[in-house]
């Protein structure tokens, strides 16, 4: 369980943010006193920081200096800057990384991720594989596996995608543009076609895990997880 | 020259009338001995002229100055004979200068500030930009995506914003170094898959060599190519709304010397009267009064931001039939 100190003095992003990590099974710590961030570091001992850089007193870059003269762990900067300036002071004061708001939390997710498993190996990978779990369902993201129970299927990468969308979306909707979107690929252009045909495997899978009926088509707006064995069993 | 002469006329007017008023009195008391008063004469005009052509070298420069247009204003700043006109007309030139220099120093002052109010306030805007972002996936479709699309009208404004801010302050504001085109352009694409995908519109990447370089500023050139393509995805999406499968063709190739960025469309075109126009700031024409946020800047900013950079744009369009725009660099071999 990788530990993760959120600073960030915006109340709702620090929310926001700590909910999109807890959801992907890591355990976050927000930031109180912005006066004493190093005193919580050190309480936290954390295995990696987020940090703002514009902050009530001091800045980033500062407390970043500071922690790195405790600590090796991943920085990752958070800021509305997009300025070639401010990504290279983050990096010059021992940041490992920089994300620019408006950011989407798969962004933040996917970074945090392999930052750990880079500064703490395959090992720490193992400890906080990122990982989905949802009625009764085990998405591995790394090993592009999925386990109910004892059974275990493995995934291609595109059908892994839209089963983490599916998940992450349950109960609501995973809209037909959100999966588009998530299936986007630079190379190939993605079209509704290609959709379906990987909802079709993604079903297929479900099969094989012994799981009916498991994605709902929701007409006019996208694909719905359906887990009906979770109220078969009570 | 001219000047000296018409401000002297009366006075030379006045002095003949004196030597004749003077000749005629000794004339009529009987005096009449020609050569001595055409000597007189003679004499009183050597006396002027003498006057004359030291009033206008030791002025010359007076006379110069109020007989020349100002071509910059720094010429006010120049010094004068010290004649008591010269120094008076060079005071009221310098007070004159002074006043201006003031009122466009303050004028400065307050763009500077606005300036760098509209950057701040940018920035600030993309903290709650991100809340609504994250808060916005926990919403149920179809609300969701709309309420996206919607976030991502306001991140481009807000972008477009900054960039006109930043326009005015481009000297120093951008870094010239080589760019590798196709990677910049797969980046451009991108970042525009949700429009890209909301409009079930197909990018279509033409990259004749990967290894496209030319010497650009990266972020100006990713804003200028962004323009392009939200544009081409606009006109084709209104040329189509049954939505099957238009096609935006991005290409990079070189031609010559030079290196190629081409943004094509089969989009609704722009008419031929319109093609000098559209790079003018704020022309929306009949196309973008047709369509939502058209602020007829981007095109604007483009264009702008090209000539600075030394990149030329190239239009070719018909009605009904679509659009190209081409970026042209210089390619680095």
Redesign the interface.
Known sequence: MSRILIVEDDPKIADLLLSAIEKYGYEGVRTRDFRLVLQEFEQVRPDLVLLDVNLPSYDGYYWCRQIRNVSTCPVLFISARDGEMDQIRALENGGDDYITKPFHSGIVLAKIHSHLRRAYGEYAAKRGELMLEKAGLTLYLERLELQYGQAAVSLTRKEADLTESLMERYPRVASREALLEKLWDPEAFVDENTLNVNIARVRKKFQELGLEDAVLTIRGSGYRLNPSWTEAKP | MRLFIREHALLLAVQLMQFAAILSIYWLDGYRDLPTALYAVFIGSFFLGCYLIYQYFSRRRYYDRLSRPLETLDESFQTLEDKPVSKALEQLLHSQYRHYQQQLTAVKLQQEQHLTFIDQWV??M??P???I???V??????E??SIREE?ELM?RGLHTVLYMARLRAFEQDF?IKPVLLPKLV?ET??DH??L???NSI????KVSSPGITAQSDE?WLFFMLSQLISNAIKYSAAADKTGS?QKVTISCYTRGRDAVIEVKDQGIGIPKSDHKRVFAPFFTGDNGRGLRESTGMGLYLTKEAADRLGHRLELESAVGEGTVIRIILTAQP
């Open positions: 920035h600030q993309k903290t930009l991100s809340v972002e994250l808060t996936q926990n919403i149920d479709e179809p969701s995506a976030l991140r870094h797969s694409v991108h898959k949700r890209f995908i909301r197909f990018p279509e990447v972020k499968g």
